[in-house]
DNA sequence: AAAAATGTTCCGGTAAACGGAATTTCCGGA
DNA sequence: TCCGGAAATTCCGTTTACCGGAACATTTTT
């Protein structure tokens, strides 16, 4: 289930699903029948809905082949939503790094006080720590990832964030405001974060993050694996390889940063 | 105005509006107001609307500043509207064209039975002829790029459309099936569609396809300039220029296309 | 501290969506 | 070419989910 609670507006919670289903369909499309099936609507309502869809450009209709695809105004929006741009751009450091280091890699943003896992790149080792989905959010602190992403906001912010955000750790043991802060003082002091098991207990995790011109993290790069792999002489090699691609990012974000694709405008 | 005709189903179409703004909006978002100012709905219409769009992800919200932005679930959509890779790929295409020939250059997709411009790149020649925005469509075979497309589709589906679609080209003069018959015979013939003010008399343009492995258009690149520019040793110049481009980024598709950029699935 | 602007919630009326069923279109097989 | 089944589309009476004015809360400005 993508997440958990449904509906406020029920006509916005199944066109979401209506798109996402096509989405994760094949891409010529699918059939009305497909998406009544897949989603247990009727087939008056998602003719309805697709309809409706395909009005707003969001969903193409083929005549001929009575298919829905993703439509246009869809793409437009997603090439809009310039936040995101830094995992088009990260995608080859992820890549390098699940190659080099066999283990599964993140990429993580910040939203609102929530780290936003962005993307994922799995390594070949067979044992993996599927830890968080794309797509998923962690409470700002929580993870390692999320934790890099905390302590490299401003100070105002992260002070903020411990003293109120106790409530969205509650369900994460070991993350009160005392330990949360000690662990954001010794990750400002060594530029990366660890987690030795704090979710998880058999894995553990390594944090860099992706600093913008002003040393405010934009994103961070993580890696996880079990704990006999993060131990002394490895989890050092792990920290240099991180922090060569969060470096490297930085530099590909500021550099690209002016020159912002200006897609012409519509409305 | 974006898309004439407008509401079949009113709730997707205030969504749809509603993240448009969202869109062109500023990049740290919009507030509640400028939604209901913008759009004209009330302010507890659209709080609904954002809250429901919220829910699905599509938005993002900032508790602190109260703004609204678009989501990782938009991006997500987009980034899975694989047919318009094409964009981001040509875009060097489509810049280096402008910078050389110093006019208007086109990108379109076939989408359905109609040419679909994805994207435009403005030259620096003060005439400018901006026929087509983004996002607008043409029937196949009016415009240039629109004839490049269709002359190489398949034997069966172009003998198809200038059967069946004369209506849709109604509104355009000397469009003809006899008339667009022979257009698509000559575009085959020479590898590249010329469109000689056919549709707006002082302004002519140039298109060529660019073909996936079987030989079919997958897209048209096209320039467009007035008259005079578009003469006899000049548009030959343009041609090959066109068709060279065109030839680079069919092998960029081939050769990018296997290795689809596969984002792990939500379901 | 008051005032203005913005954001959020409430709630009864009603338009808009719902969905079962009828109709039409499409498609594969004989 | 015709037929039968599946899919797509339309119809229409029912009802629910949306609407929006207004009250309330919060934030920002003066």
Same mark, same amino acid.
């Given at each position: 289930?993508?997440d958990?609670r449904?509906?406020?507006?029920?006509?916005i919670?199944?066109?979401?699903?209506?798109l996402?289903a096509? &989405?994760?369909g094949?891409?010529?499309g699918?059939?009305?029948?497909?998406?009544t099936?897949?989603?247990?609507?009727?087939k008056a309502t998602?003719h309805?809905?697709?309809? %409706?869809? +395909?009005?707003? %450009?969001?969903?193409?209709?083929s005549?001929t082949?009575?298919?829905?695809?993703?439509?246009?105004?869809?793409y437009?929006? %997603? +090439?809009a939503?310039?936040?995101?741009?830094?995992?088009?751009?990260?995608?080859?450091? $992820?890549?390098? #790094?699940?190659?080099?280091?066999?283990d599964?890699?993140?990429l993580?943003v910040?939203?609102?006080?929530?780290? #936003?896992c962005?993307?994922?790149?799995t %390594?070949?080792?067979?044992i993996?720590?599927?830890?968080?989905d794309? *797509?998923?959010?962690?409470?700002?602190?929580?993870g390692a990832?999320s934790?890099?992403l905390? &302590?490299?906001q401003?100070?105002a912010?992260?002070?903020?964030?411990?003293?109120? @955000?106790?409530?969205m750790?509650?369900?994460? @043991?070991?993350?009160?405001?005392d330990a949360?802060g000690d662990?954001?003082?010794?990750?400002?002091?060594?530029?990366?974060a660890f987690n030795?098991g704090?979710?998880?207990?058999?894995m553990a995790?390594?944090?860099v993050p992706?600093?913008d011109? @002003?040393?405010? &993290?934009?994103a961070a790069?993580?890696?996880a &694996?079990?704990?006999?792999?993060?131990?002394a002489?490895?989890s050092d090699e792990?920290?240099?390889? $991180?922090?060569a691609?969060?470096?490297?990012?930085?530099?590909l $974000?500021?550099a690209?940063g *002016?020159?912002?694709l200006?897609t012409?405008?519509f409305?």
């Amino acid at each position: 289930m993508p997440d958990g609670r449904n509906a406020q507006v029920q006509t916005i919670d199944r066109a979401a699903r209506v798109l996402r289903a096509i &989405a994760s369909g094949p891409s010529e499309g699918l059939r009305l029948v497909d998406v009544t099936d897949g989603l247990g609507l009727g087939k008056a309502t998602a003719h309805r809905l697709l309809r %409706g869809l +395909a009005d707003v %450009g969001f969903v193409a209709f083929s005549e001929t082949t009575k298919r829905y695809a993703l439509g246009f105004e869809i793409y437009a929006l %997603g +090439a809009a939503a310039q936040r995101f741009r830094i995992v088009d751009l990260a995608r080859p450091a $992820l890549a390098r #790094l699940a190659a080099k280091t066999r283990d599964t890699v993140y990429l993580s943003v910040r939203d609102g006080d929530h780290a #936003l896992c962005v993307d994922r790149c799995t %390594g070949e080792y067979p044992i993996r720590t599927l830890t968080l989905d794309v *797509g998923d959010r962690r409470p700002l602190g929580v993870g390692a990832g999320s934790l890099a992403l905390l &302590a490299f906001q401003t100070e105002a912010d992260i002070a903020r964030i411990l003293r109120d @955000d106790h409530a969205m750790r509650a369900q994460f @043991d070991g993350f009160s405001s005392d330990a949360l802060g000690d662990m954001v003082r010794r990750s400002r002091a060594t530029g990366h974060a660890f987690n030795d098991g704090y979710i998880v207990s058999a894995m553990a995790a390594i944090g860099v993050p992706v600093l913008d011109p @002003d040393g405010r &993290a934009v994103a961070a790069l993580s890696i996880a &694996a079990i704990r006999e792999r993060m131990q002394a002489p490895r989890s050092d090699e792990l920290v240099a390889l $991180l922090s060569a691609e969060a470096e490297e990012l930085s530099q590909l $974000l500021t550099a690209g940063g *002016g020159k912002t694709l200006k897609t012409e405008e519509f409305s």
